[in-house]
């Protein structure tokens, strides 16, 4: 299977303190990989890494098959990002946002025509084309979100806590956007504070004081730190560390 | 303790809380639980005085909450949804400005505070800025508890918080429990509905049910299954297109699926998933969570 | 009383914690005053001249010697007749022009007439119009001590100019109670403005709210410390004024840190109703920069005079208050005067001190909505 992230030794340094020590990931193409982690392990300073918004002390990365150093503009037009902060802006219509985004990424306005319909269709959102984006239904809009985070059909596409807040209904309707992207070869690298979602990841790393403690398929997980659940593999790996 | 008949509050056009009535019993611990936009936080203010509900009434330890709005504010401890301490002041300078407003010291109640304040007393000297997720929540609970508050008040207070913290939180909420205080937390992880006495399930404004996390899962009567295979997506397509099923949803490792009228037998998922070639296929009985009675009470709502 | 101290102290711990807040409050007066003063100075110093003398003579040397020992001018070319003047205006560097007419000494001891012209770059109108003034009066001056008296000269403004209280026209008078009024509003009114609608951004006014605190103890906890800060500054730009620039304080000073102090109530009164409306630190900026900072400058008659302003500018500008404070600090500074003179503009300000606290008591709210 192909590379999409390739991390080798990667370290990030703030003055003395080590957010990343030593990193070392590959993430193949197509694949869910969930992104965990206690409150500030070091999780969103990889991921800014990885997107080519900051650039590592020292180590190697590839991401989609460039160098994180040099090409981090080939990076950027690669990946989809959405948070649960950032996403869409509300006072744009629906329309509007996703002609700013084929802008930024440079889709030709035929292709974006064509591409927005299909969208909409699939998403069953043809009738809010023109709604303002903050009237939407926040299931709506975590929809409308990560298909523009993909609508550039980017090779990776980096989601940060995604469902926070959500009612558990519209939660597992997102999860099911993220298999279909899955299932379109798009690799979707996660990050989640629900545990049950990181049963939902083809192979989960679990980081901890700047360190990846653990990186498996959840099955095996939980087989080699003998646990029911992936809640309890994260406290056990958390509690140790400590 | 704290007692709410019939609150209602909307904003503009947008009805934030509908008819909303409950009892909260001295010393209980009792969640609000729900997605965003359940009014979780609405409800909070209102109870809190910074909100004047449109109609309703509602108490605290017997004094109103719009008369009596000063004698609540001495009396109640409050953690607002959003980090609320002063970032650019240490973890010390915090807690003694929070004292003083409430006209204590930290010494004079420290014996309520210890057991949290000792986990981040290393740091007393750090920017609030500055602490960690968890720590920042550790500090928040100290400086809502500085003046001995006979109610708590929190507002989703393990949001975004990672499932370390949020354990040792509700830990420390118990403690707090047992010394008296009377709890009201509102969050949106189902899974924590469990380490309260009661809860109540809301959404879009609304009260779904009220009752003790026990009752509400032995009040779920449906039948429900545990089905997983080695390849989920597929197995969640297929169970949704079989005109049996209900409803499928992913739980952790497995599907949680009920079939329509309950009259499906676990033999008759298991032959239709054998027919579509799923391996590793495992079909069991599985007791209902907190959450699969929410998912089923939003289902009766929408409907 | 112990729950308004501790406020304080987290009040001062901000301020000093924050570096911008800092440089706002005890660089940017002295910056902006060193700057007006010195750097953006509208005096005339050292402007380059030409002469063109066609008589040569005692009388015309003399009057040079004087343009030039002046201190306002500089001998740039002399000109001989027949040069073409437009070129030297044009290379730029002379300003005015000075020609004498022929026989200069002896038409004016014989006829008590005689002929200079002053050419001027009017291209920068209110420098042309300062240089001409000030030579017309040199030479004026000179004519009437050193020559016959009651001689005119043509061309002449006959008048006797004197400039009282700023004989020396300086600008850093005008500026130094302009800049004074632009600080004081800058930090009491912006600054209390977006240190409330902070609290009210990050959540904090919340758990204030919820706390036992009466807002007048909030609101005074804020504008404590600002109104500390705001006196301090109000002495430091009288300071610098008297000792770099001197400008004299003919007044009390007691008199003049009193009307200064009203003046700090009345910006800070301002910033607490802004702090009322903006919901956010953004928000108080703005408002504070757009309806503070721009009216101070442009209509209080401290950049350009209120009398030469179209009528409904003028108008407004009676709704500013560093108007009245500027009128004042000059009266006492300059002039000397004491409350007699300026109880009216007193007045205006206690009035407005008074609105804008009635104002911010009504909108200031013990709630979230």
């Known amino acids: 299977m192909e590379k999409v992230i390739e991390v080798r030794n990667l370290v990030k340094k703030f003055g003395s303190f080590v957010a990343n020590d030593h990193l070392n990931f590959d993430v193949y193409q197509g694949e869910i990989f969930g992104f965990l982690g206690a409150n500030g392990a070091g999780k969103t300073t990889a991921m800014k890494i990885l997107c080519g918004l900051s650039s590592p002390t020292s180590g190697e990365a590839k991401v989609a098959s460039f160098d994180i150093y040099k090409e981090t503009e080939k990076v950027k037009r690669n990946i989809g990002y959405m948070s649960q902060k950032f996403s869409l802006y509300e006072d744009l219509t629906v329309a509007e946002n996703i002609r700013f985004f084929s802008g930024v990424y440079g889709i030709s306005p035929a292709d974006r025509k064509e591409k927005q319909d299909k969208l909409l269709k699939d998403l069953g959102l043809e009738s809010a084309r023109d709604s303002l984006i903050g009237s939407l239904p926040l299931g709506w809009k975590q929809k409308l979100a990560f298909s523009v985070a993909i609508f550039h059909d980017p090779k990776i596409v980096f989601l940060d806590e995604p469902t926070g807040g959500v009612d558990p209904i519209t939660r597992r309707k997102f999860w099911d956007l993220i298999y279909e992207a899955s299932d379109r070869g798009i690799t979707v690298f996660v990050t989640t504070h629900y545990m049950d979602e990181a049963e939902y990841c083809n192979r989960v790393s679990i980081m901890n004081a700047g360190r990846i403690e653990a990186l498996d398929t959840p099955e095996n997980l939980k087989k080699q730190y003998s646990a029911k659940n992936m809640d309890e593999v994260f406290l056990k790996i958390a509690r140790n560390v400590d | 303790m704290i007692s709410i008949q019939h609150i209602s509050k909307s904003y503009k056009e947008v009805q934030a809380i509908t008819d909303i009535s409950l009892e909260v019993q001295k010393g209980e611990l009792f969640g609000l639980i729900g997605p965003d936009g359940a009014g979780k936080t609405t409800l909070m203010r209102i109870l809190m005085t910074l909100l004047i509900q449109d109609e309703g009434t509602a108490t605290m330890n017997g004094f109103d909450i719009i008369k009596d709005y000063k004698k609540i504010r ?158 989920m997506h597929r197995l969640i397509l297929d169970l949704r297109s079989y005109e049996k099923t209900d409803s499928a949803y992913a739980f952790g490792q497995y599907l949680h699926v009920t079939g329509k009228d309950d009259e499906v037998e676990a033999t008759e998922f298991e032959n239709y998933l054998m027919r579509k070639n799923h391996e590793d296929l495992e079909v069991h009985d599985i007791a209902p969570t907190i959450e699969d009675v929410f998912m089923e009470l939003l289902q009766d709502t929408i409907v | ?148 008296q009651n001689l005119q000269l043509p061309n002449q403004i006959n008048t006797e100019v004197r400039m009282l209280y700023n004989e020396g026209l300086k600008s850093v008078y005008m500026f130094v109670p302009g800049i004074m009024a632009m600080i004081l509003m800058l930090i009491s009114a912006m600054m209390t403005s977006i240190s409330i609608s902070k609290e009210k951004e990050l959540g904090t006014m919340e758990v204030l709210l919820a706390s036992p605190l009466k807002p007048i103890q909030i609101v005074l906890g804020k504008v404590t410390p600002y109104l500390l800060l705001s006196f301090i500054n109000a002495l430091t730009i009288i300071l610098i004024g008297v000792f770099i620039f001197g400008v004299p304080i003919k007044g009390s000073f007691v008199f003049l840190m009193a009307e200064s102090f009203l003046f700090i109530m009345m910006a800070l009164s301002l910033g607490i109703l802004i702090s009322t409306v903006a919901p956010n630190q953004m928000v108080a900026m703005f408002i504070s920069v757009l309806a503070l900072m721009l009216p101070t400058i442009l209509l209080s008659g401290f950049m350009f005079p209120i009398e030469n302003m179209p009528l409904p500018l003028r108008i407004l500008s009676h709704a500013m208050p560093p108007r009245w404070f500027i009128v004042i600090i000059k009266n006492i500074m300059l002039k000397g005067t004491g409350i007699l003179f300026v109880w009216k503009e007193t007045l205006i300000l206690m009035f407005m001190t008074f609105v804008f606290i009635a104002l911010s008591i009504k909108n200031f709210k013990i709630r979230l909505e």
């Not at chain 2, 407003?101 to 740091?123: A, G």
């Open chain 3, 1 to 148: 009383m112990k729950q308004f101290i501790g406020f304080l102290k987290k009040e001062f711990l901000h301020i000093f914690r924050d570096p911008r807040t800092m440089m706002i409050i005890f660089l940017l007066p002295i910056v902006q005053l060193l700057l007006f003063g010195k750097v953006i100075n509208t005096d005339i110093q050292n402007s380059r001249i030409a002469i063109l003398d066609q008589s040569h003579d005692n009388t015309t040397r003399e009057i040079t010697s004087k343009l030039v020992s002046s201190g306002y001018f500089v001998l740039g070319d002399e000109l001989m007749p027949g040069d073409d003047v437009e070129d030297v205006f044009r290379k730029g560097k002379v300003k005015m022009v000075v020609t004498f007419g022929p026989e200069f000494e002896k038409s004016l001891e014989r006829d008590g007439k005689a002929d200079v012209q002053l050419l001027a770059d009017a291209s920068d109108p209110n420098t042309a119009r300062i240089l001409t003034n000030y030579a017309s009066g040199i030479i004026n001056d000179y004519v009437k001590k050193e020559k016959l």
């Open chain 2, 74 to 231: 001495n009396m109640v401890g409050y953690m607002p949804g959003r980090f609320s301490l002063y970032q650019d002041l240490t973890v010390e300078e915090n807690l003694n400005f929070f004292a003083t407003v409430f006209k204590t010291t930290v010494s004079e109640n420290y014996d309520l505070i210890r057991d949290i304040y000792i986990q981040i007393e290393p740091f007393k000297k750090r920017l609030a800025g500055k602490l960690s997720g968890g720590m920042k929540q550790k500090l928040a609970l100290s400086c809502a508890l500085i003046h001995k508050p006979e109610i708590l008040i929190l507002d989703e207070p393990t949001t975004g918080v990672d499932a370390v913290s949020r354990k040792e939180f509700w830990e420390m909420l118990k403690n707090l429990q047992q010394k008296g205080i009377t709890i009201l937390v509102s969050t949106p992880y189902m899974d924590e509905a469990m380490l309260c006495n009661r809860v109540a399930l809301m959404q879009k404004g609304k009260v779904l049910d009220i009752d003790t996390p026990r009752n509400l899962v032995d009040g779920y009567t449906r039948k429900l299954y545990a089905i997983r295979s080695n390849d």
